[in-house]
């Protein structure tokens, strides 16, 4: 079996978030569990790209210059399709739907002139719904993940139809057409055989108004049909070990955070009050300025630690908290940081207000920090009551009590021990999903596409 991912970004080449730690890791554990499955890996050839591609083809497609660059690691071929709109600085831009749509018309045809004919294609993120919309046309079985569902590729449909190389039935509210736009992840919605999101409870609650992003109709119509359904994203295991950590004091048991909690109080000057941390986008998905409200409250109990970016205003109250002798707050990515403040915290904060899926919490859970999460996708399913502290509301008020909980179960070191070390025994690997996936692929090359 031939399958072919195509994604926006993939670790370590290029990577703004949790979409990119997908690709880094989902890929090779597919390619070393099934011998026999080639996997290929297709992103945007990035000015910016960290890694120098072999190229293999370069030509003229749709009118514009084309070019197409390999590299191989991990069992897994890397393909990056290469266009003047993506030889500029960053991976993501206002015209972005300009930009994608000639990587989703140029995609399929580049694969063609080196030979390279999948088997299934699996698409992420609506920066790929015109590449399975494609693919579908010529008959390819499709899979379309959808890692957020609040980000579509939306652009006024009168201008941006002809960028987009359908034919003209695809314009209508059936195919990509929504509120007078197109829509690119309503493309990879409406198209593929079988739509996936990373949690199973993101993939209820996205056919709910509240949850759905007015698309719930289509997916509560998919849901009826058998083509939606939830996979679990996994963690990478290597990327993400106390015991092998270089980054940290390494330790294996909840008993050996003492040195990273006693390093990362030295790092930003912190007294012998228990960590709270949160690494974030700092956005209101997340819910951080439900932690920026409740920081009065939580200060009493905790010092607090955030490493983050995003949007300027909670940036620069983040800014104002850190003269407070128990907040530290460090601007911007940055990953060594970040493996410190995963190991060296107690709890860890995810007030999220959605979540498809959430990579932090495992992280936390695999570092034997205790999570403090809202009660929402993939929150839900990760995090069992009898390691985290979980809350329904979407307040600060909420927040606030859940980390009193907390920190009431913090004065017992034995129960939060035993806490932790079942934090760190849960499996969340790469493995189960991966199966998952592979699985799905079988059973899609063995049905006729459903009906669009």
Not at 33 to 50: C, F, H, I, K, R
Not at 265 to 286: M, N, T, W
Not at 317 to 339: C, K, S, Y
Not at 397 to 406: D, I
Request: glycine residues 12%; proline residues 6%.
């Amino acid at each position: 079996m031939r399958v072919l991912h195509v994604a926006s970004e993939v670790f370590p080449f290029s990577r703004s978030g949790g979409l990119g730690d997908v690709l880094g890791a989902l890929p090779a554990v597919q390619a070393r569990l099934e011998q026999e499955t080639e996997v290929t890996v297709l992103s945007p050839w990035y000015a910016s790209l960290d890694g120098e591609p072999q190229e293999l083809w370069r030509g003229e497609l749709g009118g514009q210059e084309t070019w197409l660059g390999e590299l191989r690691q991990g069992g897994v071929r890397f393909l990056f399709l290469g266009l003047s709109a993506f030889q500029r600085p960053g991976l993501y831009h206002p015209d972005d739907v300009e930009r994608f749509c000639a990587f989703g018309r140029a995609a399929l045809p580049a694969l063609d002139a080196t030979g390279v004919t999948p088997d299934v294609l699996h698409g992420h993120d609506w920066q790929a719904g015109l590449v399975v919309a494609h693919a579908h046309l010529r008959g390819l079985r499709t899979v379309f993940s959808v890692h957020n569902l609040q980000y579509q590729g939306r652009w006024n449909l009168h201008e941006a139809a002809g960028w987009t190389g359908l034919p003209d039935w695809a314009f209508g509210p059936e195919g990509v057409e929504f509120f007078g736009d197109l829509n690119l992840m309503k493309a990879g919605l409406s198209f593929a055989d079988h739509v996936t999101t990373v949690s199973p409870t993101y993939a209820q609650e996205i056919t709910t108004p509240q949850y759905g992003e007015g698309l719930d109709g289509l997916l509560t119509r998919l849901t009826h049909q058998g083509r939606l359904s939830g996979i679990l994203n996994g963690l990478d295991q290597d990327r993400w070990n106390p015991r092998t950590d270089p980054d940290i004091a390494a330790y294996g048991d909840p008993a050996g955070k003492a040195g990273a909690g006693a390093d990362l109080r030295q790092e930003f000057g912190l007294d012998d009050a228990p960590v709270l941390a949160a690494v974030s986008r700092l956005a209101d998905q997340k819910g951080m300025d439900l932690l920026l409200t409740a920081l009065p409250e939580l200060v009493r109990d905790w010092n607090v630690v955030v490493l983050g970016g995003g949007d300027p205003l909670l940036t620069s109250a983040f800014t104002g908290w850190a003269h407070h002798p128990r907040v530290a707050f460090a601007q911007g990515m940055n990953e060594p940081l970040a493996h410190r403040i995963y190991a060296g915290a107690d709890a860890f904060a995810m007030p999220s207000r959605f979540e498809p899926c959430g990579l932090s919490q495992l992280i936390a859970m695999r570092y034997g920090t205790l999570p403090v999460v809202r009660e929402t996708g993939g929150l839900v399913d990760t995090v069992p009551h009898e390691v985290g502290f979980r809350f329904a509301e979407a307040t600060a008020q909420a927040l606030t009590q859940a980390s009193r909980e907390a920190r009431a179960a913090y004065q017992d070191l034995a129960q939060w021990q035993a806490r932790a070390a079942l934090a760190m025994s849960l499996e969340f690997s790469w493995d189960g999903p991966a199966h998952k996936y592979l699985a799905l692929y079988e059973s899609l090359l063995g049905t006729a596409h459903p009906q669009t």
